[in-house]
């Protein structure tokens, strides 16, 4: 074998090489890009899911409370912060808006509600449906998530006429 033939055979092995070495680096940061990409989504994800849990627990404890149907004004709290993984600190910031009552009818009889507020009898009742609306909001990611709920409430006259006309 020639020098020459040696010579060329060096050429394509490193040639070869370099080849194998840009395309395996290319496999590698197409992988490292997935990746980052899935743990961004994820902790999308989280933040998203956690400012649902927070706004959920703020109309569950409205709710619970049953002071909105009693006292509207009462029950609004702008930007409060909420704990959601017990370590002291306020996660989310959460805004309960002011409820609406959406509707009212007279109560016929015994009817179920939602919330029975302390107080009220069967007779002269009405059922009214009010609508609550959470947001929360984390400021770290500003994940910002609004839950909607409607409640029915069975409220006395003198309540419904001063909190749900119509």
Not at 82 to 105: E, K, M, Q, S
Request: hydrophobic share 45%; proline share 4%; charged share 15%.
């Amino acid at each position: 074998m020639t020098r020459g033939h040696r010579h060329q055979r060096g050429v394509i092995t490193i040639l070869v090489s370099l080849l194998l070495m840009v395309l395996v680096s290319g496999v590698v940061l197409t992988a490292f890009r997935m990746s980052t990409t899935s743990l961004r989504a994820v902790g999308n994800m989280q933040s998203r899911d956690g400012a649902i849990a927070a706004a959920q627990e703020k109309i569950e404890s409205s709710i619970q409370g049953g002071l909105f149907a009693s006292d509207p004004n009462a029950a609004r709290v702008f930007a409060e912060p909420f704990d959601i993984n017990g370590d002291g600190t306020g996660d989310y910031l959460v805004d309960f808006a002011r409820p609406i009552c959406v509707r009212a009818a007279p109560g016929a009889g015994f009817s179920a509600s939602s919330v029975l507020l302390p107080g009220v009898s069967v007779s002269g009742t009405w059922n009214t449906v009010w609508e609550l609306r959470a947001t929360a909001r984390e400021p770290a990611t500003n994940a910002e998530v609004t839950v909607v709920h409607a409640v029915r409430v069975l409220l006395d006259d003198a309540t419904r006429q001063t909190n749900c006309p119509g």
